[in-house]
């Protein structure tokens, strides 16, 4: 029996990958992690997005075992982004934007390996990009090669850290969707899904929810719009 743990955390990416994982795997939990994000709202669409997957396919609701919630406050404390702090959102000199937390997926991944280390999963999904990603390190296919490697000799395992979205961009994502559970899955990951660094629900456009203008809403709506055209 192969059992998968997949990162979480109530996004678009991290639902598309959720949906994957639970295509494939006969056994499947998930983590998310608390770090005190200033759009922690999609904290509380995951139960939501998890119940609609279940009800959209009796194979998915059989393989959907427990979730694991992670308070990473500490994460919070150390780091002053403009994800966890009220920094603005732009740029900074080291070429990196303000919204990188130093660290976050290496921290995410180790634990993740802890956790499926002690659940018996020998897989484990994250939705990290380097396609049309903010330049984040850590979100490198060889950060992850060279993770998965310290993470086994570390942990005397044989995990698989798997990546589906790495060289995809986010019209494909949308398109990857589809195909996994039709129009249904990309009805959920529009309306339930949150991506907005700001933590805004309030407007609903046709890409989904969220302030419109920050760099994850534009990157979300654009890849929504060219998935749309090619439709
Ligand atoms: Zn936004």
Redo the contacts with the bound molecule.
Sequence with gaps: MTGALVLFSGGQDSTTCLAWALDRFERVETIGFDYGQRHRVELDCRSRIANGLKGMNPIWAARLGQDHTLDLGVLGQMSDSALTGDAAIEMQANGLPSTFVPGRNLIFLTLAAALAYRRGLEIIVGGMCETDYSGYPDCRDQTIRALETAINLGMDRRFTLQTPLMWIDKATTWALAESLGGADLVELVRVETH????G?RGRQHDWGH?????????LRANGYSRYREAA
């Design positions: 991506t907005c660094y700001l805004e969220g302030c419109g203008t920050c760099p994850a809403c534009e």
